[in-house]
């Protein structure tokens, strides 16, 4: 069984940084394609960034520039890298994968992932 595990979330001032880890048992990292999403209160979760088998990556437009998304196969690990943070990053941060048939393929949709973890909470004070 799938089983992803977030860590890194917290409270931080606006310009601060916060570095999300989301490690990923019970599959073949290496053949997975994860990706983070947030939900804020009152809102629908949303699409943050994903990466590919290959390395490619994909942002939503409110966090390019600031946000990174990496891999390490070796540790089964995705991480988020979050600079200049913004009290609107408030959320809870989740972690999700699926397997993907193409090294190239980003999933960027939410029906797109099989597997997700439980979620870190991220509070940005102004």
């Known amino acids: 069984q799938v089983q992803l595990v977030e860590s890194g979330g917290g409270l931080v001032q606006a310009g601060g940084s916060l570095r999300l880890s989301c490690v990923v048992s019970?599959?073949?990292?290496?053949?997975?394609?994860p990706g983070w999403f947030r939900q804020a209160p009152g809102k629908e979760r949303e699409f943050v960034a994903a990466?590919?088998?290959?390395?490619?990556?994909y942002y939503a437009d409110s966090v390019k520039g600031r946000f990174t998304i990496s891999r390490d196969n070796a540790k089964n690990t995705v991480f988020l890298q979050m600079d200049s943070l913004k009290p609107e990053d408030t959320a809870v941060y989740y972690c999700?994968?699926?397997?993907?048939?193409?090294?190239?393929?980003?999933?960027?949709?939410?029906?797109?992932?099989?597997?997700w973890g439980q979620g870190t909470q991220v509070t940005v004070s102004s």
């Open positions: 990466i590919s088998i290959s390395g490619g990556r």
């Open positions: 019970g599959g073949t990292f290496s053949s997975a394609a």
């Open positions: 999700a994968a699926r397997t993907a048939a193409y090294d190239w393929f980003v999933p960027k949709m939410q029906n797109e992932y099989a597997h």
